[in-house]
């Protein structure tokens, strides 16, 4: 399949849908070419694949989509003026109709390698006709129903309306009969005139057969019985043999039959013969014989050009003849060069003086090396011109991500589209906000170098990011060890403040995986959260940034400044937002905020998952989970996370905590605390503190009972063999 075709469905899809919808369906159908080139052949799979993927992105049948394309193709051939073609192919429609084969052989000059359809006009009526249809591609019978009706309304001022008869789909071939009914009255007209031909103007055979020197005459039962002067020279022993033996017919699609052939007169027929056609070694040839000894004996070689034969390819008309009750083919050999021409064994003087035979030969022989070189050199800056799009294509797939990962999404496609920046901005009736920063940074920074407080961060960002990407939340800004997050904006959703509280949530959990240089254990954040509303849009011009405006952003920002170390503070709007969820929280009281007055906040200790286990910080490692592992396993997890700069080099505090299993402190406490303890109630989502922990010590006291309504106020047995909660949830 040449590229014409697909150009002018790329054509019609920009056209009729814009830029970012062709963009879609290339991407869809799998294509990696961001242009076509005429004359260059691709995959027979591409328009179907093109129409399957434009269906599922428009909404529109397949079946619509071939048509439009068809009718598209006929509109689009005038930009390389094949439109004057048709003007000129018939006087009416029915002339297009019967000529369409010959079309296609006009094609052939441009497109060598060219597989067009078959088709014949049958059972004509001053209302219509029937139209056969052979092609050996599947599935553009709709894409050729749209051509044929946009070419009758415009070079013929004719409306068509085509009706499927009958569709036949075999492996090799499809055939479609179409019913067409239009104004046909010159069909009519036509059959008066030929009335009127006299037929008193006698020709002898003699004087009919030197004017086609490359005919064939053959009976009903496809013998041959004559041929011209023209084959009688190359192929003298096809005579008296049967036509199916010595040739095969390319055009058009039909077996070689008698009755097909009748019913094929008003369409062009090509012949190729099924054994090669070579020059005999006569005294005409220039090419010396070549003596070669072969194990003692003189071997006769016979030259190259005697040996190579190539297929005689014979195109004419098929007609029958009354008087004789057989079939005349008057054909004339078609010769791809000179060269293919004096191997065969034939000359100029051979064809016919009438036509135009020896013009074209000739002709095409002149132009064949400028039109190599126009073509070699089209080609190589086609090829150019595809790598600078694919390079293109990479660049603008790496412009996208880097603008993504500045603006959301949706926000950046509608700066995409012309829209101007401050259209983006928008209110917010309801978001959930949250800030977090490192505990201690200053400290922190004080001892170390710029280095590894750049790939401490790095680390921390690192994990923070992919939990931004699984909880759906948008990343705003980091500046220094501060983190905000945002859910709700853009992307409008009820469940804000669930996302924001898991990833809360989740945050302080991976926090056991992030190492403090200074000290060599593990960082600590704080966290605040608010949920109110909001203004957010895209400000800036050199480095346009998505920002959030507002009240709720300070109030934010302030949950987090009056926090404490590994705990989430939130306010009473986020409160509300968890209420029907099973989310456990501590009232903290009323706290003095500055700028705020007094307002009462509470902390998030956890969450209550599906199978009635606790989730807290920290619960990505179960206490069962954690006594199977030993000291090099535990050790190589907690060093396992991203760092582009080396922690072994750091020097470490005299107090560093001991990372054993055996000995961690926090693992002692809590089981001791699973051995005293046989039950535990949740009321409320309060909870009651058991532990206190005072950097790495941990203090033993009474522990408190924790109830909640959700288990019908009954005692939860927990067994040894059961699932535990995590370190940190018991420790609070």
């Given at each position: 399949m040449y590229g014409l075709l697909i150009e002018s469905i790329v054509h019609h899809l920009k056209q009729t849908y814009g830029e970012n919808v062709w963009l879609q369906i290339r991407k869809a159908a799998n294509l990696q070419q961001m242009a076509f080139s005429t004359h260059e052949r691709y995959s027979e799979r591409v328009i179907p694949n093109i129409a399957e993927a434009a269906s599922q992105i428009t909404g529109k049948p397949v079946e619509d989509i071939m048509d439009a394309f068809g009718v598209a193709f006929v509109t689009f051939m005038a930009q390389y003026g094949y439109d004057k073609i048709l003007k000129v192919l018939g006087r009416h429609m029915r002339d297009f109709l019967n000529g369409l084969d010959n079309l296609h052989?006009?094609?052939?000059?441009?497109?060598?390698?060219?597989?067009?359809?078959?088709?014949?006009?049958?059972?004509?009526?001053?209302?219509?006709?029937?139209?056969?249809?052979?092609?050996?591609?599947?599935?553009?019978?709709?894409?050729?129903?749209?051509?044929?009706?946009?070419?009758?309304?415009?070079?013929?001022?004719?409306?068509?309306?085509?009706?499927?008869?009958?569709?036949?789909?075999?492996?090799?071939?499809?055939?479609?009969?179409?019913?067409?009914?239009?104004?046909?009255?010159?069909?009519?007209?036509?059959?008066?005139?030929?009335?009127?031909?006299?037929?008193?103007?006698?020709?002898?055979?003699?004087?009919?057969?030197?004017?086609?020197?490359?005919?064939?005459?053959?009976?009903?039962?496809?013998?041959?019985?004559?041929?011209?002067?023209?084959?009688?020279?190359?192929?003298?022993?096809?005579?008296?043999?049967?036509?199916?033996?010595?040739?095969?017919?390319?055009?058009?699609?039909?077996?070689?039959?008698?009755?097909?052939?009748?019913?094929?007169?008003?369409?062009?027929?090509?012949?190729?013969?099924?054994?090669?056609?070579?020059?005999?070694?006569?005294?005409?040839?220039?090419?010396?014989?070549?003596?070669?000894?072969?194990?003692?004996?003189?071997?006769?070689?016979?030259?190259?050009?005697?040996?190579?034969?190539?297929?005689?390819h014979l195109k004419g008309q098929m007609m029958y003849m009354h008087e004789w009750d057989n079939i005349i083919f008057l054909g004339t050999p078609v010769m791809e060069s000179l060269d293919v021409m004096f191997r065969t064994g034939l000359y100029i003087n051979d064809l016919s003086m009438h036509d135009s035979s020896r013009d074209l030969v000739l002709a095409g022989t002149q132009q064949s090396a400028e039109l190599k070189l126009a073509l070699d050199q089209e080609q190589r800056k086609s090829r150019i011109l595809e790598e600078s799009m694919l390079k293109l294509d990479l660049e603008m797939k790496r412009t996208d991500s880097l603008l993504y990962q500045m603006i959301p999404k949706s926000v950046a496609d509608r700066l995409r589209r012309g829209e101007p920046a401050i259209t983006t901005c928008e209110v917010f009736d309801n978001v959930t906000i949250l800030f977090s920063d490192v505990v201690g940074f200053t400290s922190i920074c004080s001892q170390i170098s710029p280095m590894e407080v750049v790939s401490m961060l790095n680390a921390m960002y690192t994990k923070f990011d992919k939990l931004s990407e699984f909880h759906g939340v948008y990343k705003v800004e980091t500046i220094g060890d501060a983190y905000m997050v945002v859910s709700g904006a853009p992307e409008i959703t009820k469940y804000h403040g669930l996302l924001i509280c898991d990833m809360a949530l989740d945050m302080l959990d991976t926090m056991q995986d992030l190492h403090d240089p200074s000290t060599g254990g593990t960082m600590k954040i704080r966290i605040g959260i608010h949920s109110g509303n909001t203004v957010a849009g895209v400000v800036g011009i050199k480095m346009p940034r998505y920002c959030l405006f507002g009240d709720s952003v300070n109030t934010a920002s302030r949950m987090e400044t009056n926090g404490e170390a590994m705990k989430i503070h939130i306010s009473e709007t986020t409160k509300q937002e968890l209420e029907e969820n099973k989310y456990i929280t501590q009232e903290r009281g009323t706290i003095t905020v500055k700028g705020k007055g007094t307002m009462k906040t509470y902390w998030l200790i956890g969450k209550v998952a599906s199978d009635e286990n606790y989730f807290c910080p920290f619960s990505g490692i179960e206490l069962e989970d954690f006594s199977k592992q030993n000291d090099d396993d535990l050790h190589k997890k907690r060093d396992n996370f991203y760092s582009p700069v080396s922690f072994d080099d750091i020097k470490k505090s005299h107090n560093n905590l001991q990372t054993s299993a055996h000995t961690s402190p926090i693992k002692k406490a809590v089981n001791m605390f699973y051995e005293k303890q046989t039950n535990v109630e949740v009321v409320n989502g309060n909870l009651d503190y058991g532990l206190e922990t005072r950097g790495s010590v941990v203090k033993e006291k009474e522990f408190g009972i924790i109830r909640n309504s959700i288990f019908n106020n009954e005692n939860i047995q927990r067994t040894s063999h059961e699932r535990h909660r995590s370190q940190t949830c018991m420790l609070l």
């Open positions: 052989e006009y094609l052939r000059f441009s497109y060598s390698k060219l597989r067009p359809p078959s088709f014949f006009v049958q059972h004509e009526s001053k209302t219509g006709l029937l139209l056969h249809y052979r092609s050996r591609r599947k599935g553009f019978l709709h894409y050729v129903k749209g051509q044929i009706r946009q070419v009758g309304k415009t070079f013929y001022n004719t409306d068509v309306k085509i009706d499927v008869i009958s569709e036949d789909t075999t492996d090799t071939m499809t055939h479609v009969v179409f019913k067409l009914y239009f104004d046909n009255t010159a069909y009519k007209e036509e059959t008066k005139t030929s009335e009127q031909i006299c037929d008193a103007l006698p020709l002898k055979s003699d004087v009919f057969f030197e004017l086609f020197p490359f005919h064939i005459v053959f009976n009903k039962d496809m013998v041959i019985r004559h041929i011209g002067c023209g084959l009688q020279a190359i192929m003298p022993q096809i005579l008296e043999d049967r036509m199916t033996d010595a040739f095969m017919v390319t055009r058009p699609l039909v077996n070689f039959t008698w009755k097909n052939i009748l019913a094929h007169t008003n369409n062009v027929f090509e012949l190729v013969s099924l054994l090669p056609v070579r020059r005999e070694n006569d005294i005409q040839s220039h090419e010396p014989e070549k003596q070669n000894f072969l194990d003692g004996i003189l071997v006769h070689v016979r030259p190259e050009s005697d040996l190579d034969g190539y297929p005689l």
